[in-house]
Nanobody, 119 residues
Framework: VQLQASGGGLVQAGGSLRLSCAAS????????MGWFRQAPGKEREFVAA????????YYPDSVKDRFTISRDNAKKTMYLQMNSLKPEDTAVYYC?????????????WGQGTLVTVSS
């Protein structure tokens, strides 16, 4: 599967953005998927995950209650709604698909979209 992330941009603190991850390939609806981010000089960080049906979602405490992950399997697209953005949310955001069950290493990655939150 190929993944294309989009929707990043510049937003003021407290604002909102919605990221999209469009996928190609027939297996999209069978893949668990996730969002990650990497800020300059920092390690890549898990942001959100969603199972294949959209029935289960997972978030770290840093974004819980502010970010919402969702998916539309008919459109082969995953979303990340980001509200109440903070300057520390500034990063390149990546979408990923098909985590290995034991290691949670994702097999497919998009190219990333830059989110910049100004104070």
């Amino acid at each position: 599967v190929q993944l294309q992330a989009s929707g990043g941009g510049l937003v003021q603190a407290g604002g909102s953005l919605r990221l999209s991850c469009a996928a190609s390939g027939r297996m999209f609806s069978s893949y668990d998927m996730g969002w990650f981010r990497q800020a300059p000089g920092k390690e890549r960080e898990f942001v959100a995950a969603i199972n294949w049906s959209g029935g289960s979602t997972y978030y770290p405490d840093s974004v819980k209650d502010r970010f919402t992950i969702s998916r539309d399997n008919a459109k082969k697209t995953m979303y990340l709604q980001m509200n109440s953005l903070k300057p520390e949310d500034t990063a390149v955001y990546y979408c990923a698909a098909d985590p290995e069950p034991t290691t949670m290493v994702y097999n497919y990655w998009g190219q990333g979209t830059l989110v910049t939150v100004s104070s």
